[in-house]
């Protein structure tokens, strides 16, 4: 099986953001895993391409999971936060990501 070719620019914005939480920072601890805010769109070939591209790591598996925004007043008004899609990345025994200063 070939590893599809996915545009490089696209790749560097899958990523949105790490998640840093007590949750986020057991589940690296026990499994290895770090947890990132994706793109609503993207797939998890192009998550595990991104990652290994970013970081230079090879990533065993990921898991994404799409949470929906939670409704909160704003006074008068009902608003709503953004869905969210989740991204669990488990990395080979092994390798680590370095997350600005520390080691996740």
Same mark, same amino acid.
């Given at each position: ?7 490089? /620019?696209?790749?560097?914005? %899958?990523?949105?953001?790490? !998640?840093?939480?007590?949750?986020? !920072?057991? %589940?690296?601890? $026990? !499994? @290895? &895993? ?13 998550? $595990? ?6 970081? $230079?790591? &090879? ?17 008068? &008004?009902? /608003? ?11 990395? @080979?025994? /092994?390798?680590?990501? @370095? ?6």
């Amino acid at each position: 099986m070939s590893t599809p070719q996915f545009d490089e /620019g696209r790749l560097m914005q %899958v990523l949105v953001m790490p !998640t840093v939480s007590e949750k986020a !920072t057991m %589940v690296f601890e $026990k !499994t @290895n &895993t770090v947890v990132f805010k994706v793109l609503r769109d993207a797939t998890k070939p192009e998550i $595990k391409a991104a990652v290994e591209l970013m970081f $230079k790591v &090879t990533v065993k598996g990921v898991s994404v999971v799409n949470q929906k925004g939670k409704t909160k007043r704003f006074g008068k &008004t009902v /608003g709503r936060r953004d869905h969210v899609r989740k991204a669990y990345v488990t990395l @080979n025994p /092994g390798e680590e990501i @370095n997350l600005g200063g520390e080691a996740v």
